[in-house]
């Protein structure tokens, strides 16, 4: 039994001794992914465009609205004219029938509004995952180029705090790979976003920023 204990110390120690010569020959940098993301020049493009999206869904939206508030209102006054007995039978009639197609209207329109709410939801969510990925997806390369240079066989991502507990600033390759990411920054980051930026799906799996 001690025998056996020995032999599993004696192996723990060798695997220990394997990491430690590993790590020596390795060169191991660190990055900021989250600064990355958020001082990207073209996070912000993809903001504003997404920004730009919501404000016209929502004066869509608003629009919709307002034309069911209106189709309310002469469904009121439809059904308030009906019931006036100041006037013919037939045309109280009339004016049900009106308020009957006025009523199957708004139906419509709310299940109209519902449907286009939804859409718009998922279509935002949808463009904003792809806009996210398409961002990581270049900051990851930017990342790779760097420790490719650098002779670097492994970057951690410091904004990980789970993943990292110490991380030494001279290996913090996060300034670097931003420098070359914002080299192509339009002068006026504020101008209009170039359509190119909405990309089809990325084929990688994103990593959270």
């Known amino acids: 039994m001690k025998f056996?204990?020995?032999l599993i110390v004696m192996s723990l120690m060798g695997l220990i001794g394997a990491a430690v010569s590993a790590s020596a020959q390795s060169k191991i940098a660190s990055v900021d992914m989250r600064k990355l993301f958020n001082d990207y020049y073209k996070t912000k493009l993809a903001e504003d465009l997404l920004d730009k999206d919501k404000a016209d869904a929502r004066k869509n939206l608003k629009d919709m609205a307002d034309g069911i508030e209106k189709a309310q209102a002469d469904y009121k006054?439809?059904?308030d004219q009906a019931n006036d007995q100041a006037?013919?039978?037939?045309?109280?009639?009339?004016l049900k029938q009106s308020a009957a197609d006025k009523a199957q209207q708004i139906n419509d329109s709310k299940t109209a509004f519902d449907k286009f709410q939804r859409e718009v939801e998922a279509s935002l969510s949808d463009k904003s995952?792809?806009?996210t990925a398409n961002l990581i997806t270049e900051i990851q390369h930017a990342v790779g180029d760097k420790a490719k240079l650098g002779g670097y066989s492994l970057v951690v991502n410091s904004a990980s705090s789970e993943a990292v507990v110490?991380?030494?600033s001279e290996t913090d390759i996060t300034a670097?790979?931003?420098?070359?990411?914002?080299?192509g920054a339009?002068?006026?980051v504020s101008a209009p976003a170039p359509a190119s930026l909405d990309l089809a799906p990325s084929t990688n799996s994103p990593a959270n920023p």
């Open 4 to 6: 056996f204990r020995l």
């Open 77 to 79: 006054q439809l059904i």
């Open 87 to 94: 006037i013919s039978t037939d045309a109280q009639e009339k």
């Open 129 to 131: 995952q792809r806009m």
């Open 166 to 168: 110490y991380v030494a």
């Open 176 to 183: 670097t790979v931003l420098s070359q990411l914002n080299a």
């Open 186 to 188: 339009p002068v006026d």
